[in-house]
């Protein structure tokens, strides 16, 4: 019941988000960039969560950008999250979450492998030139951004993600005997 209702905040959250993205962020860009907190969801939701609840929650996620945005073909950024998201899980296993630096590093090597990842699958897909010194100065900007909206919002995204870690992540050992 817990993952449940874990789940209908998830996107609750991610409905918030697309709105602040939609409509506060865009007019608060540098250079016209605004930034990703998708991304900064999906790798809070890897590094907190299991794998299985990342992935259910990064597909549906993903689909919802896409129908909504419209910019790109249904189901990229779907491959995308779960890519990231699989990244955040390994790399929970690997490293501390306890560190501000940690984090900023993951979601700067998230927010890279999103938009290198989403550019070429959508340069295939669409068939379109490559401009690589624009793509070098909007993935610049958006991480700059990510970073300092992950370092405002780090003391949120830790105690938040000590509640959703401890449902799914601990393991009762009483429930196993009765």
Do not use: C
């Not at 249904?74 to 990244?87: K, Q």
């Not at 999103?114 to 610049?140: A, C, H, P, Q, T």
């Not at 951004?145 to 949120?156: E, S």
Request: proline share 1%; charged share 15%.
């Amino acid at each position: 019941m817990r993952k449940t209702l874990i789940g209908v905040i998830t996107y609750l959250t991610f409905l918030i988000i697309y709105f602040l993205h939609a409509n506060f962020f865009n007019w608060f860009t540098i250079a016209g960039i605004s930034p990703n907190l998708f991304v900064i969801l999906v790798i809070f939701l890897g590094l907190f969560s299991n794998n299985y609840f990342t992935l259910v929650m990064s597909v549906i996620m993903g689909i919802t950008v896409d129908f909504e945005v419209g910019k790109q073909a249904i189901g990229t950024t779907a491959i995308m999250f779960v890519i990231i998201g699989v990244l955040a899980n390994y790399l929970d296993k690997n490293f501390s979450k306890d560190s501000k630096i940690t984090i900023l590093i993951m979601v700067t090597i998230g927010t890279l492998i999103y938009e290198i990842g989403l550019y070429i699958l959508n340069m295939f897909i669409f068939r379109f030139e490559s401009e690589i010194g624009i793509f070098v100065k909007i993935i610049s900007i958006e991480i700059i951004y990510n970073a300092i909206i992950t370092i405002i919002l780090y003391n949120l995204i830790r105690k938040v993600g000590s509640i959703v870690e401890r449902e799914f992540k601990e393991r009762n050992i009483l429930t196993r005997y009765f």
